[in-house]
């Protein structure tokens, strides 16, 4: 470590005056008795005799603070559950209170004394003994919170969650929420399962996958981009109600709602359809936002979002023809389609057709309007290999996306159980690869194999947890709920800046 800094060349002299004294300045194991949270009841009502009968106690964390007094000294220790104050005193420590005094922000130490309130009443340990567990060699920065560089927030996750609450806050939030999750879907009999996270034929979505190589087995493998054709195949296998809250990868750019790694729920449902998980949607959000924040009403940026059921359905051409000022079907001319884009300021590509020129006209148009729950339906097939058909209208598909706060958070639809028309789809998608497109799904003779055994009508789901998290927490990027988000190595930030969208 360089000792350039002079703050780091102090912190180091310490350490060799603590190490001279025959002191380890990296200690072991503390007989810890109570943690912070243990005293919050103790803080507004407890008498001092209360304090007095609880008798000695011990508690471990780092210093966050340090006043001196002269013979008195005043620090803050924060552990895992919160933070409480120390009162060291010369006459009480004698010859090891000089050794408290150099105590620095950052070191951690063991405390045993007795509780007592301060004249502001303010509930503190009074110090008897203390010991030395970890050497701080770095001092933390003063005012994190204001930093500009917010790659610098991300690449020392460390730092940022010990000195800004905020950010401690936001991942305390995500695991409540992943909390709720499992309780409501288990309280409707859903069951938790695991499936691979390498696969030999990466299915699922449409996206670039990251490969590997196993050795062993001397085949490629690829880290999953969704679990849904093994929790599918586990519905053949007689699971009727399976989720999976699991990690995936896709190799593709990150940005403010995307990441190459990111936590994703799916949850699959026997005898249901699309309409079903509408229902079971809206009560799953409702029951997240009364877990969490006590009330169906949000504010996410400076918007007002209210998660209050029904929430609004709206389909797919119907949306786009409002944004284009005219009607416009599935079977609609490319041309014209494209004249109404361009009059409206929308350049599309000019080979576009089909469900390419759709996908990119709603992403453009309609999507950044969706601002309260939205449930969009009826998309077209061509944008849902995966998906059954509509029976009134077999160019649609009968699925759904969910949106919130311009974000789409959700894609679900009835699931495809008719093995042969699964080929067909899965060879028009093996042309589209041959034309140059590494996002359309491969063919998983398996995966047909499984449906051929027979799955009974099923509806599933994807639902990005960190996005709902995002929402929950209001953070206006996903790498803010992202504990280690991917970056530049440092030496290529350093030189060229991170290139990356925040």
Known sequence: MSDDNELIRRRLAKLRALRERGIDPFGSRYPVTHWVRDFERLRDRATEEELRNLGTVSVAGRIMALRHHGKTCFAHLRDYTGQIQLYARADQLADDYALFTELDVGDFIGATGELFRTRTGELTVA??????????????????????????????????????????????????????????????????????????????????????????????LYLRVAPELYLKRLVVGGLDRVYEINRNFRNEGVSTQHHPEFTMLEFYQAYADAGDLMELTEALLLHLAQSLTG????????????????????SFFQGLSEALGAPVAPDADPGSVQRLARAKGIEVDSEAIGGQLWKELFETLVEPTLAEPTFVFDFPLELSPLSKRRRENPRLADRFELFAARTELANAYT????????????????????????????????????????????AGEGIGIDRLVMLFADQPSIRDVILFPALRPESQAAGAGNGEER
């Open 295 to 314: 009330s169906p009403r949000l504010t996410y940026q400076g918007e007002s979002v209210d998660l209050s059921p029904p929430w609004r359905r709206l």
């Open 415 to 458: 699931e495809l159980n008719d093995p042969h028309e699964q080929r067909e789809r899965f060879r028009e998608q093996a042309t589209q690869r041959e034309r140059g497109d590494d996002e359309a799904h491969w063919l998983d003779e398996d995966f047909i194999r499984a449906l051929e055994y027979g799955m009974p009508p099923t």
């Open 127 to 220: 110090v008897k003994s203390f010991a030395f567990l970890a050497k701080s060699l770095r001092p933390l920065p003063e005012k994190w919170h204001g930093l500009k560089d917010v790659e610098t927030r991300y690449r020392q996750r460390y730092v940022d969650l010990l000195v800004n609450q905020g950010v401690r806050e936001v991942f305390t939030l995500k695991s409540r929420l992943i909390k709720a999750v499992r309780e409501f879907l288990d309280a409707r009999g859903f069951l938790e399962v695991e499936t691979p996270m390498m696969q030999p034929i990466p299915g699922g979505a449409a996206a670039r996958p990251f490969v590997t190589h196993h050795n062993a087995l001397g085949t490629d």
